[in-house]
């Protein structure tokens, strides 16, 4: 198993470019989540999908939008990149289940808009 | 107010001592508790769920107070390996909730 692999590693972007970050798990996993980490801000969720077919907002969705493809796949979109959108970005999966709920991550993107 | 607060740190200890790290949360509807350790530049990793009951294992040991909505973990015997962030992770519902993250050293 793979667990939760993300593309790309690593991405430079131009203010006003756009990109899709993918995300998929073979865990056979319910729920999806992406987030973003700043330094001294901890990681913040963007958005989540509890399950295919069904996406939520999070803390800090403005400027993302997100497509449950599969069961598998989770994508994230940044349709018009801000420099502000410099982050690491994680996509995380879990099946939430009554008082366990491990959350799994990904090696996370990074992402520099300039 | 944010929905976890942790004690950002830094920690700085040498080998062998004995650290603790705390954690409070604001909605008394969450329902499970985590901490997760996260190495520099890399991807947060559980290190152990927290129960009502307290739990160890091994060197760590965790404790949740639910009157209190606060969370603890506890090293013992530092190792040079332990140096990492360690994130307190709140569950309420669908959405996970993390601190900050506490950033420990420990010295040879």
């Known amino acids: 198993n793979a667990g939760v692999t993300q593309t790309p590693k690593f991405q430079v972007l131009k203010t006003g470019q756009s990109m899709t970050l993918q995300c998929a798990q073979d865990m056979n996993h319910n729920s999806m989540y992406w987030y973003r980490q700043d330094p001294g801000m901890g990681l913040r969720l963007i958005y989540y999908?509890?399950?295919?077919?069904?996406?939520d907002k999070g803390e800090v969705p403005n400027g993302y939008n997100v497509s449950r493809l599969n069961k598998r796949e989770f994508s994230l979109r940044l349709e018009s990149a801000a420099p502000s959108q410099t982050s690491v970005y994680f996509c995380?999966?879990?099946?939430?289940?009554?008082?366990?709920?491990?959350?799994?991550f990904g090696p996370g993107t990074r992402l520099t808009v300039l | 107010r944010k929905e976890v607060e942790q004690d950002p740190g830094p920690f700085n200890v040498p080998e062998g001592a004995t650290v603790a790290f705390n954690c409070t949360y604001s909605?008394?509807?969450?329902?499970?508790f985590f901490w997760y350790r996260q190495d520099c530049r890399k991807e947060p990793k559980l290190l152990m769920s927290?129960?009502?009951s307290g739990n160890e294992d091994g060197r760590f040991t965790a404790q949740l107070n639910r009157a209190s909505q606060y969370i603890s973990l506890l090293i013992r015997d530092s190792k040079l390996s332990d140096s990492a962030t360690y994130l307190c992770?709140?569950?309420?519902?669908?959405?996970?909730?993390f601190g900050t993250g506490t950033s420990l050293t420990v010295i040879p």
């Open positions: 909605n008394s509807a969450s329902q499970s």
């Open positions: 927290v129960y009502s």
């Open positions: 999908s509890a399950s295919e077919g069904t996406t």
């Open positions: 992770v709140v569950n309420t519902g669908n959405q996970f909730y």
């Open positions: 995380a999966s879990v099946t939430i289940l009554a008082g366990y709920n491990e959350q799994f």
